[in-house]
């Protein structure tokens, strides 16, 4: 029997490049087609990782980050011992698991309700109004809100004609949490059903011939057929969404909150805001956003595991 040596590693470093060099003439539009996303990652994802320094030193602009003194953890225990870490940590795990258990369910019951319409005319006008709210900025959903929930607003009128009070609604600590899930529901509910929907159109129909030969209603078919074809989008979907558990949405909350309400819509990344822009703490700041960045991948590695181990489907 012949024994062949390996190759030595010099010999198959040459090797590599002919590979790579090989590869690249002939996929070189592939390669060129794909250039702008990396050089969009590279410049704006990677490159300012070498600001995650700062959550370890007293930055001071002037000595930039090289020069500024290394502190190693004190920013972090600053931030743990803070009076307000217990706060911002349970308003923002309340309003991401509200979201989570109210929101991500949504789109799924909107996708199978549009998937049982067969007027066609219906369905996309169903369509046409949920989609329409994620279009809208911000800003204005936010003035919307602002306007609905004050004493003479259109969600007060409501509430009087079914034998309540007048009441500002933004203001009420205990109406915070219905708001902001509420109408967070409301603007993306059309949009996240778009891949929902997608998915549903890669089920092979003769699944639904065969159930309906078995004599399975519509209803039946949905829990039957429709839903095992979409749990493989929806796991993905909830893997990815563990992934962003701390990431509350920041911009919404800074326009909606008061004084009256810190103490249930305070989160991370408003409490980040204040400290890095109008404080101008940089350091510490940089060291609360490098907690939630870490605490969102363990959220993801967990889900992604445990998803893994029970129905096989995960993202790596």
Not at 37 to 43: M, N, Q
Not at 142 to 166: E, H, P, S, W
Not at 267 to 292: C, M, P, Q
């Amino acid at each position: 029997m012949r024994i062949t040596a390996p190759a030595p590693a010099g010999r198959r470093a040459p090797a590599l490049a002919r590979t790579v060099i090989r590869d690249f003439k002939l996929n070189k539009w592939k390669y060129l087609l794909v250039l702008p996303a990396i050089v969009f990652f590279a410049v704006f994802a990677y490159k300012p990782m070498y600001g995650v320094l700062i959550a370890f030193k007293d930055y001071r602009p002037g000595l930039g980050i090289a020069g500024s003194p290394w502190v190693g953890l004190k920013h972090f225990r600053e931030f743990f011992n803070d009076i307000y870490f217990v706060r911002v940590l349970r308003n923002t795990f309340s309003i991401s698991l509200l979201s989570i258990l109210f929101g991500f369910p949504a789109p799924i019951l909107l996708a199978l309700f549009l998937n049982e319409i067969k007027t066609p005319l219906f369905k996309r006008s169903i369509q046409t109004i949920t989609y329409m709210p994620y279009f809208i900025a911000t800003v204005v959903v936010c003035g919307l809100i602002k306007a609905y929930c004050q004493t003479n607003g259109v969600f007060n009128d409501l509430a009087v004609i079914l034998g309540g009070v007048r009441t500002n609604f933004l203001v009420q600590s205990k109406y915070f949490y219905l708001i902001f899930v509420g109408s967070g529901i409301w603007q993306t509910i059309g949009w996240d059903s778009i891949i929902y929907l997608a998915a549903l159109t890669s089920i092979d129909q003769e699944q639904y011939e065969a159930a309906r030969i078995d004599g399975a209603g519509r209803f039946r078919q949905m829990l039957s057929v429709t839903l095992p074809g979409l749990l493989p989008t929806i796991t993905i979907l909830f893997i990815l969404r563990m992934g962003g558990v701390l990431n509350v949405g920041f911009e919404k909350i800074l326009l909606l909150y008061q004084p009256t309400t810190y103490n249930v819509a305070d989160v991370i990344a408003t409490y980040t805001y204040r400290k890095g822009i109008v404080e101008t703490s940089y350091s510490y700041s940089t060291a609360v956003g490098l907690f939630n960045s870490t605490v969102n991948i363990a959220f993801l590695l967990a889900a992604n595991r445990l998803s893994r181990k029970i129905g096989e489907t995960s993202l790596f």
